[in-house]
Nanobody, 123 residues
Framework: QVQLVESGGGLVQPGGSLSLSCTAS????????MAWYRQDPGKQRELVAVITSGGRTDYADFVKGRFTISRDNAKNTGYLQMNSLKPEDTGVYYC?????????????????WGQGTVVTVSS
């Protein structure tokens, strides 16, 4: 089955940097958009950044100029480089990939989610 595995979260001081990665595995034929979301306790999940299959990127206003999303299509991997981190960036970060692949024996386009990785920005 299709599976997304994230890594790279952790504890960092304000002003520091972290790099997240998300790798998809399974029977995958094409990955369209890749995106990163974050969720604070008690709040809805919000979009942080997205990158299309052609490499076009878009960012939430609260991370513009600080975060960079990228992808390596050969590795089925997406990345989120986070610089100048602030305490309000704390949360659980999830990757999402819109992809075409085989799940439960059926070829289809679906949104697959990672398990989430915790980012804590604190002194």
């Amino acid at each position: 089955q299709v599976q997304l595995v994230e890594s790279g979260g952790g504890l960092v001081q304000p002003g520091g940097s972290l790099s997240l990665s998300c790798t998809a595995s399974g029977s995958i034929f094409r990955i369209n958009d890749m995106a990163w979301y974050r969720q604070d306790p008690g709040k809805q999940r919000e979009l942080v950044a997205v990158i299309t299959s052609g490499g076009r990127t878009d960012y939430a206003d609260f991370v513009k100029g600080r975060f960079t999303i990228s992808r390596d299509n050969a590795k089925n991997t997406g990345y989120l480089q986070m610089n100048s981190l602030k305490p309000e960036d704390t949360g659980v970060y999830y990757c999402k990939m819109n992809l075409y692949g085989r799940t439960f024996g059926i070829l289809r386009t679906l949104d697959a989610w990672g398990q989430g990785t915790v980012v804590t920005v604190s002194s």
